[in-house]
């Protein structure tokens, strides 16, 4: 069965999709890039992302997200899931409210998933390793994509962007913090041949020539589907991550945290707990006392990694999912933990 009438009328005049309400949520510009093409790096306040348009049929596969027929449900995720839906329309839904709770967790999870599965950029070639000297030897171009009608097999990738390359890993960490279609520059040494394939001499050497083309980058997605093996995808960023983060914590349904009779002695002990008892704390006092014995200076790795602590402990502060008394003993320590931080020297 569809979703009631009455819900489906009041969802589609929320996102914008009368004919009236559309054409003025058209007319409002983005006021930043789209999101599929985006580096991701933050999120806009719930104001801003209510202004963005949301198309008829994005509207229409919300709704039946929350279908009573399970098909529906099911093609509705998986065509949410699809990269040519704009991920700001999803979040403009979000934003709105008023989706029925099964509908709501659905659509955060897609968009979670988007985000930290979001496709990045691809030259569409094959590659040696390198070295420190010469860039790194291209030994194939995939067919399809981009690279194809611009690099050859035998090219010596250079520089990327005017960012010096020396090994793949080079390339490969440059091209992938890009996203699909932006346009990039490489440079290339290529040795010329003449034209049965021999190479061209010049005072008893290959000759060569400077490549300088730019074009826009391909799509990991591309690269996955063309059946060249495997594809090396860069491990998800941590820019990405909190985004995934925030989007459920903004926009998940509060869930009911229901207390058990059995559970409220044992919920009463957090207010009587140390802070300094907690590991992480513990842990912190122990290293501490490591680098003032060793009289080592704190070196920013370290300096980080202590951060990131501090942060999931805020994190689990914020976790509606745990219990008031739990969430104040979280805050707590995470307050003692950040007294005891060590600042960089």
């Known amino acids: 069965m569809r979703a009631p009438v009455a819900f489906l009328a009041a969802f589609l005049v929320a996102a914008g999709a009368s004919a009236q309400q559309v054409d003025i949520f058209r007319a409002v510009k983005p006021s930043r890039p789209n999101l599929a093409t985006s580096q991701l790096l933050s999120l806009e306040s719930n104001e801003e992302l209510k202004k963005r ?19 529906k449900r099911r093609e509705a ?68 994509m981009p690279a194809e009608a611009h690099l050859k097999p ?3 990738v250079v520089a990327i962007d005017g960012r010096a390359i020396h090994a793949s890993t080079d390339l490969t960490d440059i091209v992938q913090s890009m996203s699909p279609g932006t346009p990039v520059r490489v440079e290339a040494i290529r040795t010329e041949r003449g ?7 010049e005072n008893g050497a290959p000759k060569t020539k400077r490549i300088d083309v730019t074009f826009p980058l391909g799509s990991s997605r591309q690269l996955e589907s063309s059946g060249t093996g495997t594809f090396a995808r860069a491990p998800v960023s941590q820019e990405r991550q909190d985004l995934a983060r925030e989007v459920r ?55 980080n990694a202590l951060e990131a602590t501090l942060t999931n402990l805020r994190r ?22 950040e007294e005891l931080l060590p600042k960089a020297e």
């Open 53 to 71: 348009a949301v198309s008829d049929k994005v509207a229409a596969l919300v709704v039946s997200l929350s279908d009573r027929a399970f098909e």
């Open 77 to 144: 995720t998986i065509a949410l899931r699809d990269d040519a839906i704009p991920l700001e329309e999803l979040l403009s839904v979000l934003a709105r409210g008023g989706l029925p709770v099964e509908g709501q967790h659905r659509l955060v999870a897609i968009v979670s998933e988007r985000i930290l599965t979001r496709p990045v950029g691809a030259l569409g070639v094959q590659m040696d390793v390198g070295d420190r000297e010469g860039g790194v030897l291209i030994t194939n171009c995939i067919p399809g």
């Open 154 to 156: 035998g090219d010596r």
């Open 195 to 201: 034209p049965k394939g021999e190479l061209i001499q």
């Open 249 to 303: 914590s903004r926009f998940s349904p509060v869930p009911v945290v229901v207390e058990m009779p059995e559970d409220r002695e044992a919920l009463k002990r957090f207010a009587a707990l140390d802070p300094d008892t907690h590991p992480d704390v513990q842990g912190l006092k122990r290293l501490i006392e490591i680098y003032k014995a060793e009289r080592r200076a704190w070196d920013a790795q370290t300096l």
């Open 316 to 337: 689990q502060a914020n976790d509606s999912t745990y219990a008031e008394s739990q969430r104040e003993w979280f805050r707590r320590v995470a307050k003692r933990y």
